[in-house]
């Protein structure tokens, strides 16, 4: 613990962690602040002014990055007859149904995202209570309960991030990898801010961003400037 609370305070040292920097200056900076041995992911932490405790401000949704999120995505996908060949030659790694529940509830689960078609859904609750507390159930907002399964293993494949505000109003996500160019991670962080934005409920009052930072897997986090990311749309 002191070698790290040691890596972290020379890590603090080359920002100003009491300036709100505008995004193009923190990817730069944070670029600069890789020190682990693998590619450290580049993760956005948010704080909104919204109590999820009220239904209509739950924020929770999906968006794909343009730039993809630099890990391979295992894809499971719940589906018979012909949406199960659908979702093979789309490049699921595994498809099923009844044998697939059966693994789930053994405990055996390579994926990442799981996802069904609408008509399955009452076989999928049967894990409920195992998929839901590891953020695996898939769900209509998200993109992961469809019957066009060859369109969400194509987005998962291709960099799908979810997101779900905390009983805190936070929202964290991985938005790629450190050693992305600086476009890459613009495009991939601007389009996930975009797609907050759009998720602002009508009944939310004040500053939708109250907060915002940067920051690697295992860095100090540098603080953004709020009205820029609330400037994009």
Do not use: C
Request: hydrophobic share 40%.
């Amino acid at each position: 613990m002191a070698k790290l609370t040691k890596r972290l305070k020379e890590l603090s040292q080359k920002f100003d962690s009491s300036k709100d920097y505008a995004l193009n200056e923190a990817i730069d900076v944070v670029k600069t602040l890789a020190s682990a041995k693998f590619d450290e992911t580049i993760e956005l932490a948010l704080r909104l002014n919204v109590d999820p405790r009220h239904a209509d401000q739950m924020i929770r949704g999906s968006v794909v990055l343009p730039a993809g999120t630099g890990k391979k995505v295992r894809v499971a996908v719940i589906a018979k007859d012909a949406k199960a060949d659908e979702a093979k030659n789309a490049g699921a790694d595994i498809v099923g149904s009844d044998e697939l529940i059966e693994d789930i509830q053994k405990g055996n689960m390579n994926f990442d995202v799981l996802i069904a078609t609408p008509n399955l859904m009452g076989l999928v609750g049967k894990v409920g209570r195992i998929l839901g507390p590891k953020g695996l159930m898939p769900n209509p907002k998200t993109g992961t309960v469809t019957m066009d399964v060859a369109q969400a293993v194509h987005n998962a494949k291709s960099g799908q991030v979810n997101f779900r505000v905390d009983k805190q109003g936070n929202i964290h996500a991985g938005l790629g990898k450190v050693s992305f160019s600086k476009e890459q991670l613009w495009d991939n962080i601007s389009t996930f801010v975009k797609a907050i934005n759009k998720h602002k409920p009508a009944s939310a009052k004040g500053r939708y961003i109250k907060n915002a930072a940067l920051s690697l897997t295992m860095s100090p986090s540098l603080r953004l400037e709020t009205q820029e990311l609330l400037d994009m749309k």
